[in-house]
């Protein structure tokens, strides 16, 4: 059986059972074939997960059943690319829990048929948000590559495990590659460098501090912390909040973390940094790590790595960048020097599923220490990691995570990479700083429009308020504060409410509800950006 | 266009590029329709990443590369079935590296034809492993679920991320469904559970251990551990490794996780157990959890949960249950007594990727105590988890992790519930059970072969020698034990290099290296069984 067998379009629920109902035109001339066809086709609404390989006789059906669920999916990738349909079809919470239109959620003891998972596939994509479409500008990862895409329905396939070679061979000699690559844009030396890919920024975040930890106080693996000195690590108050989280779990605890302040663009200011180590020291806690961010998640700032890695030279301590969203930026020549004194790093987080469009996960964690992750995380299970294998067992990864099982993330960048080559992604980032700039440009032109930060943007990140004309004339103050906070969330709800767009809002530090534009979505152009401007007009003007 | 117009079969690179070179045979009238379709096919070989979608004439060509990637996936996947098919073709790091018969991992500045990209899929898969191959044995999750593949399909096709209800509504009603399943499965209350699912059984083990501690030490959180008493938990001997990874990672310390000695058959003792912690406390210690295993990696043993919840009751000490693999036993009637007393417990690991078949990963962390999840790990950050959004917010699960970002891992097993049922997951345990029962009875009659614990099983593992002839005889002892240790490894290695089967093997306490067999790949058959038995005769009889 190959496609032409199984071939038809499943656009949505009537169409499927129009053609479960044998109403397919079939082209071929073989009528035994199209006997067999047709009967499978009959038999999926009376055909179940039992029918299908490793049943003996499953191969047929299995085949036309995953094409089917491909051609819905196929029809999904168009629709979401198609920039006239809706985002989103909102619906409450309870309303999902309820059932919506035959779509029940409930599981039940008994198997349905295969034709009502094909119905229910379809439902779970029309009552879902398509992050693809090119107006969906809410998160720094969105849109849908198609390559990585591909890599992901490989890499399901595949169906292995990150932990051996002896499992994963292609795969875990690609992530060699991979790292390799990414230490040398970094900018490190030929003996350096090591990581890992790990389940997001968070996790990656957390291993920075671990090994950081781990470098000083290596005892504590064994020990624990409770005869330790308080340690003390810094981040500015514009940095992602996994470090404070990571700080919990490692048992360092929030209050030491020591948030730097920064300057009005949102960057660490290096005094205040220096200035905060010297009372940590003063009060006889112990610092051991700095944090800087290298494209924060609001308003997109690059802390000066320069002056940070030299106060970190001064005083001894770990530099971990978190540049989960600007790290792609090292791709492009015309704006890598803006992470410029990554390479004096000791750790780097960096996401590719961010700036460079990666399907979700894929994330990095690089150490410029070698052996420092495998030290610190190794504890030689025998039943996984056994000296006498065949092969050199230095790519069995498992040993240096903070994991048993890992996912298989690295297969879809490295799809993408053959694709587009690193010119390719140099291309596409190149294009979201234009459309950055231009969108900059055009608010600061509109009197309605009020920009957080008045420069042409760092990053992507532009980040702005929208008045209504009845704010316009109230002066800045509390009293116009009281009723701006108010103005994002309320245009936002209604985009949602009719699916047109998707755009983040959030308060920071002292300014209230103003919107986050980012631009990491392949499928934006200057024509999105635009309607965006006016639709934020038309939600927002009588409010 | 639909499947006909790109229908046509890539196994192999020769026969793509013969297609690609023009040979397909079309059975189209259509002579408009078959230039459209033939042009698509030349343009392979020059086309790349930029032609497809979001590129505005990108539809069709985007159709006709994922629809031939899917072939090619296709084929593998009936390939991965075929029990006369190789499991793997064995290659060494080395040789992956310097790359083989066109087959160049390198990556490069500029882009590859999308041709190109087909060829690397087909040789990605080639030297990989089939993990769904009838007689691959080597892990606890095996076996490839066809619906379950479905499922993975289409979440990297929404490609969105767990932390908010906002960009993904259904799946995290989904897995709010799901989570109670699974709470009423264990035995809890119907006020009782939270959870979340995680990036595997280790993190879920984190989860468990960081809640037990914030639960008894909620300022952790904020000062830290180095205020506190030193802290200590308990794990029987044969427990998972990530316990101590865990508290290596908490600061809590490895040399304060106590093993507790097992009986024969791998259980923990619980005499051992209360006596271990009247030791601790009488040094001043101070007992905080216990870690009881419900199937263990090796041995397959199920702690005494009942036991064990007394003793945690009497000394006031919080109960983990990693039944990361032993979970899915929950679901069958017949088998569900050997978790008995898990409904005490205050914290359950249960990795659906193993005993039930989902594919990698998906595995849940459960809470008895609703509320402790988030307020151990909440750091409210403003950017994602805005209070005035349209929507009840409680569905938004981002506070409640360890992470930020999450991948959507609960599809698959939602679709996989409704396409199986709970009685099809039992029907299918069932026969895992009744394999393990068949292959202990078949090896306990061959006298080369010497079960590690000589009882009808517990679980799908069976653990055992193979005793080559010249070994027969020697008599149990260093100079034999010196002889076994070697063989399991060396047969092992000519099971790979051959491609038959795949089996593990491990040391274990004082026992040298013996072979694991377990049962959770649905494709595996008694005759899969009889052949592994009589394949390691052949590889072992001479050795």
């Known amino acids: 059986m190959d496609f032409k067998e199984c071939g038809y379009s499943l656009a949505n629920k009537e169409q499927m059972r129009k053609t479960s109902a044998l109403t397919f035109q079939s082209t071929e001339k073989d009528a035994k074939k199209d006997t067999h066809f047709e009967n499978l086709m009959t038999n999926l609404s009376n055909a179940y997960a039992s029918d299908l390989l490793p049943f003996k006789d ?12 491909v051609d819905i999916l196929l029809h999904y990738i168009k629709k979401s690319f198609d920039v ?10 309870h309303q999902l829990l309820e059932g919506l239109e035959g779509f029940n959620l409930e599981l039940s003891d008994h198997p349905e048929s295969l ?53 994963a061979p292609v795969f875990t000699v690609m992530e060699t590659i991979l790292l390799k690559k990414m230490y040398e844009i970094i900018g490190w030396g030929e003996t350096e460098g090591d990581g890992i890919f790990s389940p997001g920024g968070s996790i990656s975040n957390l291993y920075g501090i671990l090994i950081a930890r781990y470098k000083q106080y290596p005892e504590i693996k064994r020990k624990g912390m409770t005869e330790l000195p308080c340690i ?80 970190c030279e001064r005083h001894g301590l770990w530099m971990h960048v978190d540049a989960a969203w600007g790290g792609g930026l090292l791709l492009s020549r015309n704006y890598s020097h803006k992470l410029s004194g990554i390479e004096r790093a000791n ?56 994991q048993c099982g890992r996912h298989v993330d690295i297969f879809k960048l490295w799809l993408m990479w053959k694709a ?7 291309a596409q980032i190149n294009r979201y700083m234009e459309l950055a700039k231009y969108f900059y440009k055009v608010l600061k032109k509109k009197d309605n429009f009020k920009l957080v930060f008045d420069a042409e943007p760092e990053f992507t990140n532009v980040c702005f308020w929208y008045l209504p004309p009845r704010l316009k004339h109230i002066p800045k103050g509390f009293e116009r504060d009281q009723e701006l906070q108010k103005i994002a ?10 699916g047109t767009a998707m755009i983040s809002y959030q308060p920071c530090g002292d300014k209230v509800n103003f919107f986050r534009m980012v631009f990491s979505n392949p499928a934006t152009r200057q024509t999105d950006v635009d309607y965006l401007i006016d639709e934020i007009e038309r939600l927002g003007k009588d409010l």
């Open 58 to 69: 499953g191969k047929d059906l299995t085949e036309c059943f995953l094409l089917q669920v």
């Open 420 to 426: 587009k080559g690193t010119s390719g992604f140099e």
């Open 84 to 93: 006239k349909s809706k985002i989103l079809d909102f619906h409450h919470p």
């Open 232 to 311: 003390v690590l810094f981040v500015s108050e514009q940095g992602h909040y996994s470090v404070k989280k990571a700080a919990a779990i490692l048992g360092i605890g929030t209050d030491n973390v020591i948030e730097v302040k920064c300057d009005e663009r949102g960057k660490m200011i290096p005094a205040e940094l220096e200035k905060n180590i010297l009372q940590v020291k003063r009060k006889g806690q112990t610092p051991f790590c700095v944090t800087a961010t290298a494209g924060s998640t609001v308003l997109g700032a690059f802390d000066p790595l320069q002056d940070i890695a030299d106060i």
């Open 489 to 498: 969330p309320k245009i936002k709800a209604q985009m949602i409410e009719e």
């Open 347 to 402: 750790s780097v987080t960096w996401n590719p599923h961010k700036l460079m469009g990666v399907p979700l996960q894929c994330s990095a964690i690089l150490i410029r220490e070698k052996g420092l992750l495998e030290a610190c995380n190794q504890m030689q299970a025998r039943y996984l990691f056994q000296p006498d294998k065949p092969y050199n067992v230095d790519f069995d990864t498992g040993d240096k995570t903070v």
């Open 115 to 167: 034709e009502q998972l094909l119905v229910d596939c379809t439902d779970t994509l029309k009552y879902g948000v398509k992050t693809g479409h090119p107006r969906f500008l809410n998160q720094l990862s969105s849109g849908l590559d198609v390559i990585g895409l591909a890599g992901e329905w490989l890499t399901a396939t595949a169906n292995t495990n990150m932990f051996t070679y002896e499992i």
